[in-house]
Every structure is written in structure tokens, then in C-alpha cells.
């Protein structure tokens, strides 16, 4: 073998080595970037960077903001402070942990995505359905009651949770500044599903749902649900109903709550009325049967204040006449005349059906037949001009019109309590066509003002 051939050989095993080597050293590489980029996606949901258009967390920068609509789910662990001041902080962590651990798979479960945690909150999305975010809630309940009896086998104290669900439209995106950033969700529809889960205190309940998700959902029947009340999340936002879904309490007050629910929202329309002296004997009949139907106990408590104080509890006060104002209008010529017709309609329905007048039953037809052709004509915009929530704007009309014709038997029998019906003429009726046209219709004319088809006053 001549000198040269042996330089050669040697040379290729050296190159050989090198080569080698540097496989090894790209694979651990890659291995690390795996490694770091799952260690990533513990912090940052994977999900939320597919929304946001991106392939890889790198190509996420600050301002990335998206629009959806989506269900949001807030559940809060009640007397938390309390737990944990008989805790020491280690103990406290390993409790949170461990809480979170079985709560994190029902939420993935039913196709929920763990937006983040508050202390010992937890904030979720659902992008599908609302039928998957109240069925997500009620099978946390259902996980909680296990966990429980675990942790009293354990000698622990048991842990109870409110459970606030919304559904609307609302803003992903990164906020921060350049060294820190991170993912989140801001909009309305975030900020009520908060407030629900914070009054689930107040009414002693643990879920609470709201119009928005009752008319979002699929499969209703499989709910049961009852009116609570209304509430407003700011100052100058119109008060907005909210609803009790009562799946998870125990069989027989389950059974009693289903069998009480009319006497229960009659009670509920008296009190709002300010008849609270009707509604008392109402809502003690209703608690001889069921002890434990709080929420009929927190109302005729506000029932025995009132009458005692004179003073109301509650911005879900409606006593005032069905009307249309100023403060409605949308500033779109277009919607506004619209809007105003059907509550001028729905304001002559409710004085003609409280006084007995024989023309009910024609305003009925009017008004079906008017709420149809404004319902058609949104539904030909937002086809015509690809809106991107065209989806869910039309389940809230399917929903309502469904809700308009049970509550049109009720009228047309004029069967039960005429101050029940009067008031579902206002809550059902109005209330919903005035948070629709606020929430929805103004979000809708939005999008047509940007492209040019519509024009503001």
C-alpha cells in the first residue's frame, strides 16, 4: 500500500469521525430544542399559537392579536384565604397542585383549553361549543365530589368551587413589553363570565350560565336550567340575564328545583316587579318542599328586607316600561329603525296582553313576522359579505325564535300567572332584542361600516 493511499484511508476515518460527531451534536441539539419547546408549551398553550396563525412559538411577537368566539369558563375555589391560613405555604402549593391536576383533564377533555391560572382560579377556553364548556363544568363538579371524599378519607377539609360560563366574542393576543410577554384573552364576554362565577356566591349556587351561552347551546335539553336574575358588569352596561344550571345538585333537590321551576321564576317576576309581598308566600311554599334550594332561600331574604327597608337588592330590577331611547341607538340609520319597530311592537304586545285587549293576537303575528324579516335581512348581509361570526349570530336567532314561539302558546292559552308571563314578555322579548342589537347587531355593523356597506348618521 503506497504512503499516499494510507494519508487518504487515514484522512476519511478522520473525516468520517467528524461527521459523525456532528450528527450526534445535531441530534442532542434537536433533542434539547424538543426538549425546551414542550417545556414551552406548558406555559404558553399550544392552541393559542395555531389561533394566532403561527407554526412555532418563535414567530409570536408582541401586538399578534386574533378575533373568535368562544365560551369562557372561570371556576374559583371558595374561602380559599381561609383554607389556606390553617396551611403552611408548602402545604397550600401541594393542594393547589394537586386540585389542578384533576381538574385539567376533565377541561381537556371535553375540548377546553387551559387559558391560565389565578392564584386558585383557572380561566378556560372553549372554541367548539357552548355545550362542551357547560358540560366541562358540570363534570368538574362531578370530579370535585371524588376529590372530596379523598380528601376526607385524608382528614382534609372539603373544597367547594363557583363556576361562571359565557360565551361571545373576544380578543387572543400578546400583551407585555419586550423582555416579558405573554397570551390572553380580553373582551366583555371575559369579564361577565368572572362576574357569574363571583355570584355564584351570592346566590349559593355553584354554576351560573349566561343568556349568551343559553342561546349558543346545541343540545339545551340536556340542562336544566332556571332564571336567577340579571346583572350588569359596569356602571353603564345594560343589565344582562342570568341563568342557574342545577345538573349537579343531589337527586331529590334536583327533582323538587325541576318540579318548583314555574312557581320559582313567577316568584322571581313578582320580586322583580317590586311585588316582593306576593312573592314571599311563593317562595316559602317552595322552601317547605326543598330546604335546600338556596337561591329561593337568598330571595325571600331580599323579599323580608324589602318589605322591611323599602329597599331593593339587585339590578335586576325591571319595573320600567318596555321602550325604545337614545341610548340604544346604534348611530346605523339602518338597524336603528329596525330595532326601534320590534320594541315599539313588543311594547304595544305587553300593554295589549296586561289589559286583555282582543288585538293580541294580531300584534303576535305582527311582531313574529317582523322579527323574521329582520332577522333574514341580517342573515343576507353577513352571507352576502362573508362576516366571520356569521355562525353564531345566526344560532342566536334560531334560539330566539324558538323561545318566541313557546312563549307564543303561553300567550295565545293566556294560561298561569299573567305577571309571569308580562314579565317574560319584557325579559325574553325585549331584554334579549336589546342585549342582542347592543352586543351582537353593533358588532355585526361594525364590520359592514369598515367594508363600506353601511353608513354611520
Sequence with gaps: MSPDFETTEVHSEDISLELSAEREAHAGTRARLKLLERTLMRFVPRNLIDFLGKTDIQDVELGDQVEKSMSVVFTDIRDFTS??????????????????????????????????????????????????ALSAALSMLARLDDYNAGRERATYAAIRIGIGVNTGLLMLGVIGGVNRMEGTVISHAVNLASRLQTLTKTYGTPLLISEHTLYSLYEPENFLVRHLGRVKVAYKTHPEPIYEVFNHDAPDVREKKSRTLRKFEEALARYHSRDAF???PMLEEILRDNPADIPARVYLQRCEDFLKTGLYNGSEEFTGDIAWRGEYQMGISEFDAQHSELISLMEALHDAFMSGDEHTTALLHKLEGSIRKHFKHEERLMGEHHYPFAADHIAQHHSYLNSFTRLSEEIAADAGDRWYTSFRIKLALAEWMLNHSNRDDRHLGRFLIDRGILETL
Design 83 to 132: 383554607l389556606s391560613e390553617s396551611m403552611t405555604p408548602q402545604q397550600t402549593f401541594n393542594m393547589i397542585n394537586s386540585y389542578f391536576s384533576v381538574m385539567n383533564p376533565v377541561i381537556t377533555a371535553h375540548h377546553g383549553i387551559i387559558d391560565k391560572y389565578m392564584g386558585d382560579a383557572i380561566m378556560a377556553l372553549f372554541p367548539a361549543t357552548a355545550d362542551d
Design 278 to 280: 306576593r312573592a314571599r
